[in-house]
């Protein structure tokens, strides 16, 4: 079982992380800083419950100068590249964090097992659910800018956002797969603080691994640069 002190930390860890989302939703629907992309309202706590603090840091360099308001007082806002980027993954990581949330917690409850673990049917239902919930994220970032309707929105979304959300399960699920059978083959629980600290560091290798895949989809035209 994790010792003692990993446990410490993942306690500290999770906590902090919700309050670092608490913290973006309140600049936002109570400061009034709502985000010109209303996407993007979703896109930043969500990205706070794996990278906590560091997701407050980046919401306050280039979340908040992107919102309505500020947008009206100082202009569009004006990053480099390599910001759109990473802006663009915390798209796809958005849906993978979701997906993975749900999927796992709904493989826990159910009860679900194969070959006595329950790692595989979560890697099923937690690519499953973050491919949908990524492509509709992409949906509501490609569609708006670029005037689509419904089924040319999906397909571009798609298109834009399978090889990006494949790309952070790939650093995620390689994680989860080290995680359950070589550090701790006992197997975490979500019930479990750990569970969801170790959870934060694979998405944390999701984000690196999809950076890279963004980056080229961005610069060969297939995905928006934000």
């Keep these: 079982m994790p010792p003692d002190w990993l446990v410490i930390v993942a306690w500290i860890s999770v906590a ?3 309050i670092c989302a608490a913290l973006i939703l309140g600049d936002i629907f109570l400061l009034g800083y709502r985000q010109h992309m209303w996407i993007m309202e979703a896109v930043w706590p969500i990205t706070a419950l794996y990278a906590g603090p560091f997701a407050v ?10 919102s309505s308001r500020l947008r009206e007082q100082r202009g ?5 590249f390599a910001v759109s980027v990473g802006l663009g993954v ?20 159910i009860g679900l097992q194969l070959a006595g673990l329950a790692l595989w049917p979560e890697l099923v239902a937690d690519y499953a659910l973050a491919f949908a919930l990524g492509i509709a994220f992409q ?9 689509l309707g419904v089924r040319d929105g999906l397909l571009a979304a798609v298109k834009a956002d399978a090889a990006s959300l494949t790309a952070f399960e790939v650093g995620l699920f390689g994680w989860m797969i080290y995680l359950q059978l ?8 979500p019930t479990q603080p750990t569970y969801w600290l170790m959870m934060q560091v694979g998405m944390l290798l999701g984000f690196v691994t999809a950076y890279p895949v963004n980056w080229w989809l961005m610069r060969s035209g297939v995905k928006e640069v934000m």
């Excluded at 569009?76 to 480099?80: F, G, L, Q, V, Y």
């Excluded at 958005?94 to 917690?105: K, R």
């Excluded at 550090?183 to 629980?189: G, N, S, T």
């Design 16 to 18: 902090l992380a919700i």
């Design 57 to 66: 840091l980046a919401y306050l360099r280039w979340g908040r100068p992107a």
């Design 76 to 80: 569009e806002p004006n990053h480099s």
């Design 90 to 109: 915390s798209h796809c990581g958005a849906g993978c964090t979701l997906g993975d949330i749900i999927g796992a917690t709904l493989v826990a409850v």
């Design 139 to 147: 949906y509501y970032t490609i569609a708006p800018m670029r005037g």
């Design 182 to 189: 070589v550090l701790f083959p006992e197997h975490l629980h």
